[in-house]
């Protein structure tokens, strides 16, 4: 049975950007929720992202439910921490290039 949101997309990916900003460096960022199949929870993508560059690429996710925004679930901040240091480690010289 499908479940109906009570919260946005836009709410969601704010619920996991604040999750983040409480556990994570700032330049980890959540991206565009999707809605999980079967429907109680909303998918948001994390990636490393830097000002003037953009994404670096995907570091893991979050689930946050549809009901409010509690975080159901995450990538081990362990995990995105190893996956953005080896972002940072191939785009090194693009990200110093553009932070004197």
């Not at 929870?41 to 670096?56: D, N």
């Not at 409010?68 to 362990?78: A, F, Y």
């Amino acid at each position: 049975m499908k479940t109906v949101p009570q919260l946005t997309a836009q709410q969601a990916q704010a619920a996991a950007n604040l999750f983040l900003s409480d556990h994570l460096p700032d330049r980890f960022t959540a991206s565009e929720a999707q809605l999980v199949a079967m429907g109680d929870a909303w998918e948001v993508p994390v990636s490393l992202s830097y000002p003037f560059i953009g994404s670096l690429g995907y570091v893991g996710e979050i689930l946050v439910s549809t009901a409010s925004e509690i975080i159901v679930s995450h990538t081990p901040l362990n995990d995105m921490k190893q996956a953005g240091q080896k972002l940072y480690a191939a785009h090194r010289n693009e990200i110093e290039a553009n932070f004197p």
